[in-house]
């Protein structure tokens, strides 16, 4: 052992001592007492409002709303747009009507853009690209940009909350 100490210029006890206080201090940096494991994990309610902050879930609105065109279901589209629907500029039956003679509808979706911030709202565009076929077998193809819009205000509803379809800015496109 008088070898080792030579070697290394310190007993083992020394070298104890020295570990045993940097772990001291590296432990008392904390800013408070020990949280439990299970106080850390997310919650339904977090887990939703993260999901809810995301432009993923924004886009799959998009997708809910063609989905429910193709299904025939124009009330739970028309839901889809702000305002309980009235941010489609259209009533529900007219909403509907606009749809009689599509026989199916595709849309393809770009990359959402950045989710950004007004006034107690989040917003994000989402470009698309969309491919319908009429009732008479015409095919027709459009392109554009979803804008969708949440509510993050304290005191807002869950339906608030919920990224809804607040415009839409689409074109035919040329044959």
């Known amino acids: 052992m008088t070898g080792m100490r030579a070697i290394f210029g310190v007993s083992y006890s020394s070298r104890f001592v020295a570990f045993a206080v940097f772990v001291l201090a590296c432990g008392c940096q904390r800013s408070g007492p020990p949280v439990p494991e299970s106080a850390t994990l997310p919650g339904p309610a977090d887990t939703a409002a993260r999901a809810q902050e995301s432009a993923d879930d924004a886009a799959n609105v998009v997708r809910a709303y063609y989905r429910a065109i193709n299904e025939r279901r124009y009330g739970d589209a028309y839901r889809l747009w702000s305002s309980d629907g009235a941010a489609s500029g259209k009533t529900l039956e007219v909403f509907g009507d606009g749809f009689a003679s599509t026989a199916s509808v595709d849309v393809v979706l770009g990359t ?23 009732t008479a077998g015409r095919r027709q193809a459009f392109s554009g940009m979803y804008t969708l819009r949440r509510s993050v205000v304290d005191g807002a509803t869950p339906e608030q909350r919920a990224w809804r379809i607040y415009s839409a800015k689409i074109r035919a496109e040329s044959p």
Do not use: D, F, N
């Open 112 to 134: 959402p853009g950045p989710i950004g911030a007004a006034a107690g709202s989040r917003y994000v565009e989402i470009p698309v690209r969309i491919h319908a076929v009429t």
